[in-house]
């Protein structure tokens, strides 16, 4: 995993920029999101290439695909947390000014 953040540094970035826009510019949609049923199908698929991950179970050079898919997923939730935050910290900051 060091390897994959070493060598694709700037995807990895580029994933959390991109995850830092698109939580700043997330909160003002406001949807229903998944369903249950939705959520529960997308967190066992997160946990089953998570846990392949782990274990190696996939060989190669699609093992180290899954591998880098991971890496930028996280950085792009990382980037949706931060970016949500701050959207929150200047809108709060604006709502008490006025």
Do not use: K, T
């Not at 229903?32 to 392949?52: E, H, T």
């Not at 093992?63 to 950085?75: H, P, V």
């Amino acid at each position: 995993m060091l390897f994959l953040a070493e060598f694709h540094w700037a995807w990895l970035a580029a994933a959390g920029v991109v995850g830092l826009l698109m939580g700043w510019v997330g909160v003002v949609h406001r949807s229903g999101g998944l369903s249950r049923r939705g959520l529960q199908w997308a967190a066992a698929v997160l946990l089953l290439a998570a846990a392949s991950a782990f274990a190696r179970i996939v060989p190669g050079r699609f093992g180290y695909w899954l591998d880098l898919g991971l890496l930028m997923f996280a950085a792009y939730i990382i980037g949706c947390a931060i970016g949500a935050w701050l959207r929150e910290l200047v809108v709060a900051d604006h709502r008490s000014a006025s």
